[in-house]
Nanobody, 121 residues
Framework: QVQLVESGGGLVQPGGSLRLSCVAS????????MSWYRQAPGKEREWVAT???????NYEPSAKGRFTISRDNAKKTVYLQMDSLKPEDTAVYYC???????????????WGKGTLVTVSS
């Protein structure tokens, strides 16, 4: 069994910062790409950022320059540092990871249950 658990969400004023964390646990042989997605009220889930196992990063255009994704492979953790937050960043943020549970099992995609980020004055 593999679990992804997010933390760090909350209420923040416009212009403020938050740092999200997501820890993977369970039977894990290797974690490949780790990503953050978000889903705003009434909208579809959208990709925010990805970090590869080799620390290459990619960002959705509105996140580039404001958000920083990083990971700690030893801790099986991915982070999302969010700065200069805007009301339109309000959403449930989900962690996503491509995980190989054993050397014999194909890589599968796993999701966390999400953490709510609210940007409001």
């Amino acid at each position: 069994q593999v679990q992804l658990v997010e933390s760090g969400g909350g209420l923040v004023q416009p212009g403020g910062s938050l740092r999200l964390s997501c820890v993977a646990s369970g039977s894990i042989f290797r974690i490949d790409d780790m990503s953050w997605y978000r889903q705003a009220p009434g909208k579809e889930r959208e990709w925010v950022a990805t970090v590869t196992r080799d620390d290459n990063t990619n960002y959705e255009p509105s996140a580039k320059g404001r958000f920083t994704i990083s990971r700690d492979n030893a801790k099986k953790t991915v982070y999302l540092q969010m700065d200069s937050l805007k009301p339109e960043d309000t959403a449930v943020y989900y962690c996503n990871a491509d995980i190989k549970r054993t050397i014999l099992i194909a890589t599968m995609q796993y999701w966390g249950k999400g953490t709510l980020v609210t940007v409001s004055s």
